[in-house]
């Protein structure tokens, strides 16, 4: 189901690099590969789902405040722009039926750390190397010969 796809992947675009200014004249940017956060970003897709779409008591319908937060979540289209809005903010867990507040603290709790385990990842891989990093790089490559060709 397209609903349970990581934000990244449907877009194929990574979205928490941060803002960090370029050097003059560069235009290197890292193709979109695989991330192991995006499994865990579907696992967390999936117990949203659960969460948001079920009620505590047969025959009982979700409030209106709960099916808007699931349409949020799960617009029933392809709409990267509107499922990627509402993972990157909070989720509203108080809409949800009381007896479900303890597992959507912790499914909150998940949705937090993912975010930041991404932006830490992504920091990285985006990340701008110094000039005396990539002095000694080059520097190091030369001395050890693997400049010339064989």
């Given at each position: 189901m397209l609903g349970f796809v990581a934000c990244e992947v449907e877009a194929q675009i990574y979205l928490f690099k941060g803002y960090r200014p370029k050097p003059?004249?560069?235009a290197w940017k890292p193709s979109f590969g695989f991330n192991p956060l995006h499994?865990?970003?579907s696992i967390w897709w999936i117990a949203t789902w659960i969460l948001?779409?079920?009620v505590d008591q047969?025959?009982?319908q979700p409030t209106t405040d709960q099916s808007t937060w699931f349409n949020k979540?799960?617009?029933g289209r392809p709409d990267s722009l509107s499922r990627t809005g509402a993972f990157l903010n909070h989720m509203d867990c108080e809409v949800l039926p009381t007896s479900?507040?303890?597992a959507a603290h912790e499914v909150e709790e998940m949705h937090?750390?993912?975010r930041m385990a991404y932006f830490n990842s992504e920091k990285e891989m985006f990340a701008i190397p110094r000039q005396d990093d990539v002095a000694r790089t080059v520097f190091c490559h030369v001395l050890s010969g693997n400049?010339?060709?064989r």
């Open positions: 003059k004249g560069q499994d865990m970003e948001y779409y079920h047969d025959g009982s979540f799960f617009p479900f507040h303890p937090q750390e993912l400049h010339r060709q």
